[in-house]
């Protein structure tokens, strides 16, 4: 009996439009015709725009101060980031996905990539990029755009053609090879998934300027002349698919919070506070990849364009002799290393923490003469997690403090209109 031919590889790239901006005008219908720009952690520079605000050629990653008068002339929406928001819709785009498709890869927090093999002999791949962006809208109210191709690296091309050409309607699908060629030949080679800035510079020297030049290159001396990674691009742009989707996404090895203060700290005690509330956030991602630290380090540093004052920065690390995720227990390593660095005089800007040489909880081999991390200490630390995942904030290290002149500027923060009861939006 003769054995049916196996289907051929189909990946989706689904991409929120806009993503920020488009969470802050959800809840905000009287913003709808109306530019709106998000920014960055406190309120420095442009790191989100909506469609009107491009139009408008404000520049992305620009100092907010430097455009406040341009922004109120233009009559432009301002918001500060909003970062709980924007993950629990993210959370709801991605379990809406995850009920569209059979295997789903969460790529960021506005991407995903979908397994789509064998779904176009049952039905059309267009109309089922189209079904996705409809039920996103009514379920969610958020516009997504929809590229489809033969490798992940032509769905992601195809999610930028769909983007770029209004004709497409949002959904571009580039399994056939002469749509594909077509698409190729307007695609700057920059705008292929991988080539940065710097490697399109080397690829520009050998007359390699769109994305179809780099397809016909031969991956074999591009791999001798550049990387393997960039010869498997090749091949992807031909439609041979060299990378799988990634359903579980690996626990990460290093774990870093850190944040520049809304007003210098020159006080101890403000730097314990803030320095006790980021390791707290750092601990609650640990536990959350079910992995300990073995090794945490501390930094403080004053800012580098203060011209009145010199700069200062310092670190320090400690090896833990049992492997945790504790906050307790991490909290007062992270002291001592203060301790260390601490000088009295510096304005300081900046702090963070990182815990690193990460080993996961289940099969952990403890040392001869050290204990095994509790089991009350981690039921603990799961109640607390649970505690605050229904209110952020609710249970923490007395320490930590509630309020802080060093907490981030955020003067145009929207409400958490999803995570919060108080802040739920009124429909009058």
């Given at each position: 009996?003769?054995?049916?031919?196996?289907?051929?590889?189909?990946?989706?790239?689904?991409?929120?439009n806009?993503?920020?901006?488009?969470?802050?005008?959800?809840?905000r219908?009287d913003?709808?015709?109306?530019?709106l720009?998000?920014?960055?952690?406190n309120d420095g520079?442009?790191?989100?725009r909506?469609?009107?605000a491009?139009?408008l050629?404000i520049?992305?990653?620009?100092?907010?101060?430097?455009l406040?008068?341009?922004l109120?002339?233009q009559?432009?929406?301002?918001?500060?980031?909003?970062?709980?928001?924007?993950?629990?819709?993210?959370s709801?785009?991605?379990?809406t996905?995850?009920?569209?498709?059979?295997?789903?890869?969460i790529?960021?927090?506005?991407?995903a990539?979908?397994?789509?093999?064998?779904?176009?002999f049952?039905?059309?791949?267009?109309?089922f990029?189209?079904?996705?962006?409809?039920?996103?809208?009514?379920?969610?109210?958020?516009?997504?755009?929809v590229?489809?191709?033969?490798?992940?690296t032509l769905?992601?091309?195809?999610?930028?053609a769909?983007?770029k050409y209004?004709?497409f309607?949002g959904?571009?699908?580039?399994?056939?090879?002469h749509?594909?060629?077509?698409?190729?030949?307007?695609?700057?080679?920059?705008e292929?998934?991988g080539?940065?800035?710097k490697?399109a510079?080397?690829l520009h020297?050998?007359k390699i300027?769109?994305?179809l030049?780099?397809?016909?290159?031969?991956p074999?001396?591009?791999?001798?002349k550049?990387s393997?990674?960039?010869?498997?691009t090749?091949?992807?742009?031909?439609g041979?698919?060299?990378?799988?989707?990634d359903?579980?996404?690996?626990p990460?090895?290093?774990?870093?919070?850190?944040?520049s203060?809304?007003q210098?700290?020159?006080?101890?005690?403000a730097m314990?506070?803030?320095?006790?509330?980021y390791l707290?956030?750092a601990?609650?991602?640990l536990?959350?990849?079910?992995?300990?630290a073995r090794?945490?380090?501390?930094?403080?540093?004053?800012?580098?364009?203060?011209?009145?004052?010199p700069?200062f920065?310092?670190q320090?690390?400690?090896e833990?002799?049992?492997?945790?995720?504790d906050?307790?227990v991490?909290?007062q390593a992270?002291?001592?290393?203060?301790?260390?660095?601490w000088r009295q005089g510096?304005?300081y800007?900046?702090?963070?923490?990182?815990?690193?040489d990460?080993c996961?909880?289940q099969?952990?081999?403890?040392?001869l003469?050290?204990?095994?991390?509790?089991?009350r200490?981690?039921?603990?630390?799961?109640?607390?997690?649970?505690?605050n995942?229904?209110?952020?904030?609710s249970?923490?290290?007395a320490r930590?403090?509630?309020?802080?002149d060093?907490?981030?500027?955020?003067?145009?923060?929207?409400?958490?209109?999803?995570?919060?009861?108080?802040?739920?939006p009124?429909?009058?």
């Amino acid at each position: 009996m003769a054995k049916l031919p196996l289907p051929e590889r189909r990946f989706a790239l689904v991409d929120c439009n806009n993503f920020y901006a488009s969470c802050e005008k959800l809840f905000r219908p009287d913003l709808k015709h109306r530019p709106l720009v998000v920014l960055s952690n406190n309120d420095g520079c442009i790191i989100a725009r909506c469609a009107l605000a491009k139009q408008l050629a404000i520049p992305m990653g620009a100092p907010f101060h430097q455009l406040k008068a341009l922004l109120k002339q233009q009559q432009v929406a301002v918001f500060s980031s909003n970062y709980a928001l924007y993950g629990d819709l993210s959370s709801r785009v991605m379990q809406t996905l995850e009920q569209l498709a059979p295997k789903v890869e969460i790529y960021s927090i506005d991407e995903a990539f979908l397994e789509l093999s064998g779904l176009d002999f049952c039905q059309n791949l267009s109309d089922f990029g189209q079904h996705i962006r409809t039920t996103i809208k009514q379920q969610l109210g958020l516009p997504v755009c929809v590229g489809i191709g033969p490798s992940k690296t032509l769905a992601k091309l195809a999610n930028y053609a769909a983007k770029k050409y209004p004709q497409f309607e949002g959904v571009l699908d580039l399994s056939e090879p002469h749509k594909r060629l077509h698409i190729l030949a307007r695609t700057p080679v920059q705008e292929v998934w991988g080539v940065g800035r710097k490697l399109a510079e080397h690829l520009h020297a050998m007359k390699i300027e769109t994305a179809l030049q780099l397809a016909r290159a031969c991956p074999q001396q591009i791999r001798k002349k550049f990387s393997v990674v960039l010869a498997r691009t090749v091949n992807e742009l031909n439609g041979l698919a060299c990378l799988a989707l990634d359903e579980v996404q690996e626990p990460k090895q290093q774990i870093i919070s850190s944040r520049s203060f809304g007003q210098r700290v020159t006080d101890k005690g403000a730097m314990q506070q803030a320095i006790s509330l980021y390791l707290s956030r750092a601990a609650e991602k640990l536990r959350a990849q079910q992995s300990l630290a073995r090794r945490l380090s501390l930094f403080i540093r004053s800012s580098r364009f203060e011209q009145k004052t010199p700069f200062f920065g310092d670190q320090a690390c400690l090896e833990l002799t049992t492997p945790s995720n504790d906050s307790r227990v991490l909290q007062q390593a992270v002291m001592q290393l203060l301790d260390k660095i601490w000088r009295q005089g510096p304005a300081y800007a900046k702090a963070g923490v990182v815990l690193s040489d990460l080993c996961a909880i289940q099969g952990l081999q403890s040392q001869l003469f050290a204990p095994p991390p509790s089991e009350r200490s981690q039921r603990l630390m799961a109640t607390i997690d649970q505690l605050n995942q229904k209110h952020r904030g609710s249970v923490f290290i007395a320490r930590q403090g509630k309020d802080g002149d060093w907490q981030m500027q955020q003067k145009f923060l929207s409400p958490a209109y999803t995570t919060r009861w108080d802040q739920l939006p009124e429909v009058r």
